[in-house]
């Protein structure tokens, strides 16, 4: 739209293309701060932008930067409305209508989006990141095909290549016998690493070790392994909404091993007190 509209019906030289791809409510993006340094070291005389609402949907910084950047002597254009000057008084009004109904859109659009999460948990799916152990996957179901063309669905699946590390995990803390620590020596033994690469065990340069301990609590108390969803703020409680995925442990086994977590802790809090 810039080169069709703008670029194309004028003769002036392309100073640089600044570029971002962080929402325009953020003023802080790299691209368009270096815009503002380059205006004011007088490298260029115009700034076009492809519609007002690119500029930033924050209209109160984006119209202080329109009008700090006029006091450099830079004008600012829109390739959607490239008569449009927002140093004009009533072309002003709608520039500033632009970035309230902009803000508005964003608004809306975010409701939406929370909504849909929320439906999505309540019919059994997943949203978010996967797990250690899962993979986010995109792609068209068979009921998808059939109901309704072009439409892309996520879902989770276990990962092929690191579910059995969490199996192995599960296992170990079933046999009661071990504390969390002592599960991630083990695991750490085998070479097992998280999905992120780090060691189930890091080791210092004095060689003391310190295990992930939070990291396997923490999967350990995820009903998301077990098959359920559970979202706390949503009011989803355990065992109330199958999830559309297979789990990597029982519910049965899963629940035994938060029993053996508490039992661990328990344990932990006597030692303390003594």
Not at 190 to 202: A, E, H, L, S, T
């Amino acid at each position: 739209m810039i080169q069709m509209n703008v670029l194309d019906m004028s003769d002036m030289a392309v100073y640089a293309e600044y570029v971002d791809v962080l929402t325009g409510k953020d003023p802080r993006r790299k691209a368009y701060q270096q815009m503002l340094t380059d205006a004011r070291a007088g490298k260029f005389s115009h700034v076009i932008v492809e519609r007002a609402d690119r500029f930033g949907r924050n209209d109160t910084e984006a119209l202080r930067a329109i009008d700090e950047l006029d006091r450099f002597g830079v004008a600012v254009r829109f390739a959607n409305t490239p008569d449009l000057d927002p140093m004009a008084p009533d072309d002003r009004v709608l520039v500033t209508l632009t970035f309230a109904l902009a803000r508005r859109e964003s608004t809306l659009m975010g409701l939406r989006v929370k909504g849909g999460l929320k439906a999505k948990r309540a019919s059994g799916g997943f949203a978010g990141r996967a797990p250690d152990g899962y993979l986010n996957v995109r792609g068209q179901t068979e009921l998808d095909k059939r109901s309704d063309m072009g439409r892309i669905s996520h879902w989770i699946e276990p990962d092929p290549e690191r579910a059995h590390i969490w199996r192995e995990a599960w296992a170990l803390l079933l046999t009661g016998s071990m504390s969390v620590a002592q599960i991630a020596e083990v695991l750490h033994a085998k070479g097992y690493r998280d999905r992120n690469g780090n060691p189930f065990v890091i080791v210092g340069k004095t060689g003391k070790r310190r295990p992930l301990i939070h990291k396997l609590q923490h999967t350990f108390q995820d009903w998301t392994y077990a098959g359920w969803v559970v979202h706390d703020c949503e009011g989803i409680a355990p065992k109330t909404i199958r999830g559309q995925w297979d789990p990597i442990v029982s519910t049965e086994d899963f629940e035994a091993g938060l029993a053996i977590l508490a039992q661990l802790d328990n344990s932990a809090a006597e030692l303390r007190s003594s």
